[in-house]
């Protein structure tokens, strides 16, 4: 069965370092996500990609943050300059043409 | 906007028994969908059942089912014969047609199935 998976799966930084997740969405979707979820807290929306552009963005997602997809399969999101804050479990999806949106395992980012 | 709303952050229940957890929602949007996920200690997020507001029939998957009170805005998700399994946080979630379909989750229900 196929599946989005990220990497990778835990990843530390130093504050002020920018940082890359990324994700292979399933092969045959055309519509990408990113979201977020601080520890204790609820998911929360960052980011919409369809047609290699950005479809929509949350208030969450500023200048520190791009989202690209530089090939055919993986879908990247990159963090500039982080932030304690930006402490948090970044999950990748693709949504199916049913509004289903399947998600990835998740890349836990602790920045120190 | 829309907004989703769990009001119970934590519930217990008894292997085998029957628990349902609450849900209510609100949106402009007559074209929308609901979503129950659930995310283990793994932090994996698992769809569950979903409910397409069109669709008066509630839907189930086998254990799980869903009551859909269109009128009342609320979407309540039962678990028949819980199993030790079933541990795990659960959302539910709200996407608006044309709102590019991203997902309003819930601030989530911490479910305990107790053996």
């Known amino acids: 069965e196929p599946e989005v998976t990220q990497t990778p799966s835990h990843q530390v930084t130093q504050m002020g370092q920018e940082v890359i997740l990324r994700c292979v969405p399933i092969?045959?979707?055309?519509?990408f996500y990113w979201y977020r979820q601080i520890l204790g807290q609820k998911v929360e929306f960052l980011v919409s990609?369809?047609?290699?552009?950005?479809?929509?963005k949350s208030e969450i997602f500023d200048d520190q943050f791009s989202v690209e997809r530089p090939d055919g399969s993986n879908f990247t999101l990159k963090i500039r300059s982080t932030k304690l804050e930006d402490s948090a479990m970044y999950f990748c999806?693709?949504?199916?043409?049913?509004?289903?949106?399947?998600f990835g395992p998740g890349t836990r980012l602790t920045v120190l | 906007a829309q907004t989703v709303t769990q009001s119970q952050p934590e519930m217990s229940v008894q292997e085998a028994e029957t628990v349902t957890l609450s849900c209510t929602y609100d949106?402009?949007?007559?074209?929308?969908?609901l979503f129950w996920y659930k995310q283990p200690p793994s932090r994996q997020m698992i769809l569950v059942i979903r409910?397409?507001?069109?669709?008066?029939q509630n839907a189930t998957e086998n254990r799980f089912s869903v009551n859909f009170q269109k009128a009342a805005k609320s979407f309540s998700l039962k678990i028949s014969d819980s199993q030790l399994g079933d541990t795990a946080m659960y959302f539910c979630?709200?996407?608006?047609?044309?709102?590019?379909?991203?997902?309003?989750f819930g601030k989530g229900t911490l479910l305990t199935v107790n053996p």
């Open positions: 990609f369809y047609n290699n552009e950005i479809s929509e």
């Open positions: 409910q397409e507001a069109y669709k008066q």
């Open positions: 092969s045959n979707h055309l519509y």
């Open positions: 979630a709200l996407i608006e047609g044309g709102s590019n379909y991203k997902l309003t």
């Open positions: 999806a693709s949504r199916d043409s049913y509004n289903e949106q399947f």
């Open positions: 949106t402009s949007e007559s074209n929308y969908y």
